[in-house]
Nanobody, 126 residues
Framework: QLQVVESGGGLVQAGGSLRLSCAAS????????MGWFRQAPGPERDFVAA???????????DSVKGRFTISRDNANDTTNTVYLQMNSLKPEDTGVYYC????????????????WGQGTQVTVSS
C-alpha cells in the first residue's frame, strides 16, 4: 500500500505560477512512476505529466508542454516526493490536480496509477 498526499494548490492570476508537491510513502520498494492528472468540472481526469523513478524520463501532455515541469526527490529513505512547477498558467489549467503513484501499465500514453491522493484545487483567474 502507498499513501499519497498532495499540497500546494491555490488561486493565481493568469500568467502566474504555482508549485504542487506530492509525497508517497508506505512501501519498502520505491522504484515506481509518479505523476499528475487533473480534473476540471466533469467526469474526465486528464493526464498532465509523469516521471520515472530515476527522474531521467518525463512525460507531458501537449497542453502543458513547455509551461509545466515535473521533478522528483527520492533522497528520503521512506518517502518519494514529486513536484509540478506550473508557469504561465491559463484559466483552462483550472481543476483538481491529483497525484498518482505506481503505474501498473500504460494506456494510450497515459500511466495507470494504482494509488491516488485526495487532490488539490488549482484555480486560475483571468
Amino acid at each position: 500500500q502507498l499513501q499519497v498526499v498532495e499540497s500546494g494548490g491555490g488561486l493565481v492570476q493568469a500568467g502566474g505560477s504555482l508549485r504542487l508537491s506530492c509525497a508517497a510513502s508506505g512501501r519498502t520498494s520505491r522504484r515506481y512512476v509518479m505523476g499528475w492528472f487533473r480534473q476540471a468540472p466533469g467526469p474526465e481526469r486528464d493526464f498532465v505529466a509523469a516521471i520515472t523513478w530515476s527522474g531521467s524520463i518525463t512525460y507531458y501532455s501537449d497542453s502543458v508542454k513547455g509551461r509545466f515541469t515535473i521533478s522528483r526527490d527520492n533522497a528520503n529513505d521512506t518517502t518519494n516526493t514529486v513536484y509540478l512547477q506550473m508557469n504561465s498558467l491559463k484559466p483552462e489549467d483550472t481543476g483538481v490536480y491529483y497525484c498518482g503513484a505506481d503505474a501498473t501499465g500504460w494506456t494510450s500514453g497515459r500511466p495507470n496509477f494504482g494509488f491516488w491522493g485526495q487532490g488539490t484545487q488549482v484555480t486560475v483567474s483571468s
